[in-house]
Nanobody, 118 residues
Framework: QVQLVESGGGLVQAGGSLRLSCACS????????MGWFRRAPGKERELVAA????????YYVDSVKGRFTISRDNFKNTVYLQMNSLKPEDTAVYYC???????????WGQGTQVTVSS
């Protein structure tokens, strides 16, 4: 059973930076596509960034392009989300998701809160 544990969230002022980490255990990390999602209060959960199991071209939602960077370290079984130039609208609970390269199974982390003050 794969387990995902996020860390790195917190309170930061607008314009600041945070780096989220998602540590994977219990499975072969390198065969999973990895994604970061977020859910803001009163909004639907959205995909923020994703990286394939082959470490190919990453995906970013338009609102974070140029500010967020997703990366993975297959030796440390960890995926990262570097978030720069944070805005109050980035405030949300951020979740890590692992999707096997053959689409199933999928696993979610428990989430980490990011709060950006204006």
């Amino acid at each position: 059973q794969v387990q995902l544990v996020e860390s790195g969230g917190g309170l930061v002022q607008a314009g600041g930076s945070l780096r989220l980490s998602c540590a994977c255990s219990g499975g072969t990390f390198s065969v999973y596509h990895m994604g970061w999602f977020r859910r803001a209060p009163g909004k639907e959960r959205e995909l923020v960034a994703a990286i394939t199991w082959t470490d190919g071209k990453p995906y970013y939602v338009d609102s974070v392009k140029g500010r967020f960077t997703i990366s993975r370290d297959n030796f440390k079984n960890t995926v990262y989300l570097q978030m720069n130039s944070l805005k109050p609208e980035d405030t949300a609970v951020y979740y890590c998701k692992a999707t096997h390269r053959f689409s199933r199974p999928e696993y979610w982390g428990q989430g980490t809160q990011v709060t950006v003050s204006s």
